[in-house]
């Protein structure tokens, strides 16, 4: 089986690299991306080819790996490379699902996201699958044989999930982090310590991702809301609010 992927960034990389080494059928790669630079040294570490981004060979799969304000454009430009399948993980799933019913209707259609980064594999990788044939199979044992958790979703249900676990909980993040004083870390709480932790997390990523993913799903509203709405309350209204948070 032959493979594209679209964009040479981690993803696309990681991506690649789940086919390689732990597809059940053999898989000849090649990657593209935008920078030829970035193609190539994405070919280099896999030890694949790459192939510029004009090309017109067709592979048995396309996997786009881009960001997710290009994602639609890439698919409707690459559809017509691939030959039995088409694989996204560019982290929205509605938008993607669409084009790719849009554009490859006749083709194996998966979008999946991993809800890691890739150095932080194995995790949670929702999937959504049309259409699916041999292509998706091996796609998925593959991903299993890493211990990944493979589940089945819907684009719904996958970005309105995405609202609260990456919109709502980066903002809050961050937040705290531009909102925290420097303190002598023998005063931290193991509550505040492990929210420390995970500001440095967030604040060691791609600031054009977070940012992407700001852009693509509601929720960063509704955190500003809620924290005007501690900040402001009476004990009466705070105790209220305490006790709905743990309801929940």
Not at 46 to 75: H, S
Not at 82 to 101: H, L, S, Y
Not at 160 to 183: F, K, N, S
Not at 221 to 245: G, N, S, W
Request: proline share 5%.
């Amino acid at each position: 089986m032959n493979f594209l992927v679209v964009g040479a960034g981690a993803m696309g990389r990681w991506f690649g690299r789940v086919l390689v080494e732990d597809a059940p059928t053999s898989v000849s790669l090649a990657v593209t991306d935008a920078s030829d630079e970035t193609a190539t040294a994405a070919a280099d570490e896999l030890d694949v080819r790459a192939v510029p981004a004009d090309t017109d060979e067709t592979f048995d799969g396309v996997c786009v790996a881009v960001p997710i304000p290009a994602a639609t454009d890439v698919i409707a430009e690459f559809a017509d490379r691939a030959e039995r399948a088409i694989v996204d993980v560019t982290g929205t799933m509605a938008d993607p699902v669409r084009a790719m019913q849009e554009h490859a209707l006749d083709c194996e259609r998966v979008s999946l996201h991993p809800l890691f980064a890739p150095a932080n594999e194995p995790g949670n990788v929702p999937l959504v699958a049309e259409n699916s044939g041999q292509v998706t199979a091996d796609i998925v044992a593959a991903l299993r044989a890493r211990d990944n958790d493979v589940f089945e979703t819907t684009p719904t249900e996958h970005d309105e999930a995405m609202e609260t676990v990456q919109a709502r909980t980066h903002a809050a993040v961050l937040a705290y982090a531009l909102a925290a004083d420097d303190v002598d870390e023998r005063f931290h709480t193991p509550i505040s310590e492990g929210l420390q932790s995970l500001a440095d997390q967030v604040t060691d990523g791609d600031a054009r991702v977070y940012s992407d993913i700001q852009m693509a799903f509601d929720g960063a509203d509704d955190v500003a809301a809620t924290a005007r709405q501690i900040a402001e309350a009476d004990p009466e209204t705070f105790e209220k609010l305490y006790a709905d948070a743990g309801e929940r």
